[in-house]
């Protein structure tokens, strides 16, 4: 994506750095925007890493409902930035509600999240995570793994699914619903991600969600998305979970998780 990094390694020293004198020496220098160096201590070393400020920013948030109104919740989430521009995020539905559904998604979450910021590659961090699932206990351990990447450089959008349901996306203010046919992790020796890719642009949204969120239709959420216009990414989310949870008439409850987020341009 024609990007930059710049990683200087310096001896420990007993004075400080001062990081803005470091960005703007390293920004004349290379002639491009950068964001602030992050830091990194290995033994006696100090690492900067400097990363090309990005034309995208995103605009991320989320809401949960327990199940029962308890205090273990059978999905797990959690998305971070990568240092080559890529947002990343990443919902696992545990089969069943409670502690032991609570244990399943949180494994598979925390697990996929440490393998790909240490650079492996999706097909291999869920291969880890399904054995993982297979081996921990006699129980069956099974979990769902749903993944959006999105690059901040080009907008383009990766999504990972693996027995995960359908993800929304608005994009030139049409829904687009993006699905295919896979299995949960812990089920078979091999595990295969469904993948799927388009190029999002400013203003184009995501909408992700647990299984919990289905009940009968669900054109009323496709109508919610269109209609999200200013308000924040995580009243979105918040609002989506709580008219799902008024949705739902059968007298059973479950888990219900949602991640919204949205594409931007970088004003920073």
């Given at each position: 994506s024609n990007r930059m990094v710049v990683e200087i390694v310096l001896a420990r020293t007993r004075g400080k750095i001062d990081l803005r004198d470091v960005h703007r020496v390293v920004t004349i220098a290379a002639g491009r925007s950068f964001e602030l160096p992050e830091e990194s201590f290995e033994r006696d070393r100090l690492r900067l890493c400097l990363a090309e400020r990005c034309p995208y920013d995103v605009e991320i948030g989320s809401s949960q409902h327990i199940a029962g109104n308890g205090t273990l919740c059978g999905d797990s989430y959690d998305y971070y930035l990568s240092g080559t521009g890529n947002m990343v995020a990443i919902l696992s539905d545990g089969m069943g509600t409670g502690g032991a559904a609570a244990v399943d998604a949180n494994m598979a979450v925390s697990i996929l999240k440490k393998l790909l910021k240490a650079g492996l590659s999706y097909d291999s961090a869920l291969s880890v995570v399904n054995s993982s699932l297979m081996i921990k206990s006699e129980e069956e351990s099974t979990a769902t793994?749903?993944?959006?990447?999105?690059?901040?450089?080009?907008?383009?959008?990766?999504?990972?699914?693996?027995?995960?349901?359908?993800?929304?996306?608005?994009?030139?203010?049409?829904?687009?619903?993006?699905?295919?046919?896979?299995?949960?992790?812990?089920?078979?020796?091999?595990?295969?991600?469904?993948?799927?890719?388009?190029?999002?642009?400013?203003?184009?949204?995501?909408?992700?969600?647990?299984?919990?969120?289905?009940?009968?239709?669900?054109?009323?959420?496709?109508?919610?998305?269109?209609?999200?216009?200013?308000?924040?990414?995580?009243?979105?989310?918040?609002?989506?979970?709580?008219?799902?949870?008024?949705?739902?008439?059968?007298?059973?409850?479950?888990?219900?998780?949602?991640?919204?987020?949205?594409?931007?341009?970088?004003?920073?």
């Open positions: 793994l749903d993944v959006a990447e999105m690059n901040l450089f080009t907008g383009k959008l990766n999504l990972f699914k693996a027995g995960a349901p359908l993800t929304f996306v608005s994009r030139g203010g049409r829904i687009h619903r993006r699905e295919g046919a896979s299995l949960p992790v812990g089920i078979l020796n091999e595990a295969k991600f469904f993948k799927d890719a388009l190029t999002l642009h400013p203003g184009d949204s995501v909408l992700m969600l647990s299984d919990g969120a289905f009940f009968s239709e669900d054109e009323w959420i496709e109508s919610a998305i269109k209609s999200w216009k200013e308000a924040p990414a995580a009243d979105f989310a918040s609002a989506i979970v709580n008219e799902a949870i008024k949705r739902r008439n059968d007298g059973h409850d479950d888990d219900i998780t949602a991640v919204a987020f949205r594409l931007l341009r970088n004003e920073g």
